[in-house]
């Protein structure tokens, strides 16, 4: 099937995904703590049921695309790009129960992103425990498919934090009550971490997420994770965050074997209208402390960083289709493997024409091109069109 029939027979089928209706849409009230104060669901997430309750639903996503890797095409031209199912309960006023997993193309693999608890202490904060997403930047606190504008999640996601990434852990944060005035918001916790997988699992060499998805601490050292944010504007935010902690395991069987070997990364977003565009960026620096005599296949520094800008050209797309909008974007980003090589990087370049129907769905028409390096500096050119579209269900 060429490349044209295939984008025809995606926007056929991305015009019937999009086309669902029924969910309602998030909405905080302001008698007793509020749904705003459970925020296991992003903020423009739909839903069925009632958040003052028992709220369920979920969101996948479609990808149609003609990708050329060095001038040959990928005979995969269809995929999911992720298909996930969520719930929220409040068995008391003060006591919230979530819980999320599915499919996602990013890690290529099933997985849960939240089997948590929450507790309100008070009036603007919660403490909570189990399975739930490490606060490592805006794009894992909140990357459900319907709401982005790119087929692709950026590098600095998918190739150093290892979006979607949870783990197992305790911690509190803090929430904006409905009509707060207040512009910081914060969440501290200790995790599971990364395991040694970012490296034993890594035979191109160090890749952090190979860490995540870490249920079980297989050191006994938990991490700690944080972020700190500051509302800049109604649309506007900037944040950083880190997580540290020991990656390896020092004892097997009660016979020590190494040395304690940690793992930092730091990430810093934002996120802001500038002349009518709204502006988002994200980037991670990673620190790993790689055993000795590995140095030169495993590399101690990484580095990544994405800008993208967003436009609307039409709201409503047509008058009488009311809640769409036709948007425009242009995203840059690059990874770094290896900061003491020339080579072991990515670099893109994406644009995507969305239109959207808010808050239900999406669908993007994109292309992208990237530049990959291995650690002798030889490039590799990708190329591809792509046709996404993704719903909440």
Aim: charge should be neutral; proline fraction near 5%.
């Amino acid at each position: 099937m060429g490349a044209i029939a295939r984008i025809v027979f995606g926007a056929i089928l991305a015009a019937l995904l999009g086309s669902g209706s029924g969910p309602v849409v998030w909405a905080a009230t302001a008698v007793g703590p509020g749904p705003e104060a459970f925020h296991a669901l992003p903020p423009e997430t739909s839903y069925h049921g009632n958040l003052d309750g028992f709220a369920f639903g979920g969101d996948g996503e479609l990808r149609f695309a003609e990708d050329v890797e060095a001038g040959v095409s990928d005979p995969e031209w269809f995929s999911f790009g992720r298909a996930n199912a969520f719930f929220v309960a409040r068995p008391y006023p003060r006591v919230g129960i979530a819980g999320r997993a599915g499919w996602d193309r990013g890690a290529d693999d099933f997985v849960l992103e939240r089997a948590e608890v929450y507790v309100q202490v008070r009036r603007s904060a919660q403490a909570h425990a189990g399975i739930f997403l490490a606060p490592l930047g805006r794009t894992n606190m909140d990357h459900d498919a319907p709401g982005y504008d790119f087929a692709e999640r950026s590098l600095v996601a998918t190739q150093l934090i290892g979006v979607p990434n949870a783990q197992f852990g305790a911690g509190v944060r803090s929430y904006r009550p409905a009509g707060s005035a207040s512009r910081l918001s914060y969440e501290v916790d200790l995790v599971t971490g990364y395991n040694d997988g970012l490296i034993m699992d890594s035979p191109g060499g160090t890749r952090v997420p190979r860490g995540r998805s870490n249920y079980g601490d297989n050191n006994g050292v938990p991490a700690l994770v944080w972020r700190v944010a500051r509302r800049t504007s109604p649309e506007g935010e900037i944040g950083i965050a880190a997580q540290s902690g020991q990656y390896n395991r020092t004892e097997v069987g009660g016979v020590r074997v190494d040395g304690a070997r940690w793992v930092h990364v730091v990430v810093a977003d934002g996120i802001g209208k500038v002349a009518g565009f709204r502006v988002s960026s994200e980037a991670a620096v990673a620190l790993i402390d790689v055993p000795p005599g590995l140095e030169a296949l495993f590399a101690g520094r990484q580095w990544g960083a994405s800008v993208e800008m967003v436009r609307t050209l039409l709201d409503p797309v047509l008058r009488s289709w009311r809640g769409s909008c036709l948007t425009a974007g242009i995203r840059a980003d690059a990874v770094d493997f290896d900061a003491g090589i020339l080579g072991d990087s990515r670099s893109r370049l994406s644009a995507s024409l969305n239109i959207h129907s808010w808050p239900l769905a999406v669908t993007r028409f994109g292309w992208y091109y990237e530049i990959r390096r291995d650690r002798f500096n030889n490039q590799t050119p990708l190329a591809g069109l792509t046709l996404t579209a993704a719903t909440y269900f």
